[in-house]
């Protein structure tokens, strides 16, 4: 069974750093493209960025492009996202997501990011 | 990049049946065949409905269908049911290699 869970969200202040993971279990993690995407307390999805299979390929959304980093250890099976210079508008839930064959198949449950001071 | 276009609220009774409309443009929507849908309960991960445009992912109701026609994708709903009231959104792969959601389309059951 494929199981993502999400980990490292929590209360961080206005231009603070965090790190998100993602372990990925119940799948050959190196074989698959991967994403983050988010969701703003009351608000839709927000596609975050993506990686490939050897993190050798990367994409943003154009507002998150040199503030956030995906990365991924396929040793470890782990997905990662580096948040810098957070803003208050980047309080979201963040999903790890399989984002295999043109779709995302599975969902982790989301940690939550607050940036607030 | 500018989300998708959903309504953001649809209603129907139970038994009827309903479409969700996605409107994106030829960047997205109308350049691929990657238009996905997903269903959300609150406080839920998003659950994915179709793929594809069309398919459906096997566990899922064959009461959930998808359409494309030029720049619009749709969602349809038919024989609806208590439980299928959720928030539903649609995506697609764009021309610069990343992926837009749209904005999210609120489905109540009367």
């Known amino acids: 069974e494929v199981q993502l869970v999400e980990s490292g969200g929590g209360l961080v202040q206005p231009g603070g750093s965090l790190r998100l993971s993602c372990a990925a279990s119940?799948?050959?993690?190196?074989?698959?493209?991967t994403s983050w995407v988010r969701q703003a307390p009351g608000k839709g999805l927000e596609w975050v960025a993506n990686?490939?299979?050897?993190?050798?390929?990367?994409h943003y959304v154009d507002s998150m492009k040199g503030r956030f980093t995906i990365s991924r250890d396929n040793a470890k099976n782990s997905l990662n996202l580096q948040m810098n210079s957070l803003r208050a508008e980047d309080t979201a839930v963040y999903y790890c997501?399989?984002?295999?064959?043109?779709?995302?198949?599975?969902w982790g449950q989301g940690t939550l990011v607050t940036v607030s001071s | 990049q500018s989300a998708l276009t959903q309504p953001a609220s649809v209603s129907g009774s139970p038994g009827q049946s309903i479409t969700i409309s996605c409107t994106g443009t030829?960047?997205?929507?109308?350049?691929?065949?990657?238009v996905s849908w997903y269903q959300q309960h609150p406080g839920k991960a998003p659950k994915l409905m179709i793929y594809?445009?069309?398919s459906r992912p096997s566990g899922v109701s064959n009461r959930f269908s998808g359409s494309k026609s030029g720049n619009t994708a749709s969602l349809t709903i038919s024989g609806l049911q208590a439980e299928d009231e959720a928030d539903y959104y649609c995506?697609?792969?764009?021309?610069?290699?990343?992926?837009?959601f749209g904005g999210g389309t609120k489905l109540t059951v009367l």
């Open positions: 995506t697609s792969y764009t021309r610069r290699s990343t992926w837009v």
């Open positions: 990686i490939s299979p050897d993190g050798g390929n990367k």
């Open positions: 119940g799948f050959t993690f190196s074989n698959y493209w």
């Open positions: 030829s960047s997205d929507v109308g350049g691929y065949n990657f």
């Open positions: 594809d445009v069309s």
């Open positions: 997501a399989l984002n295999s064959d043109w779709r995302f198949g599975s």
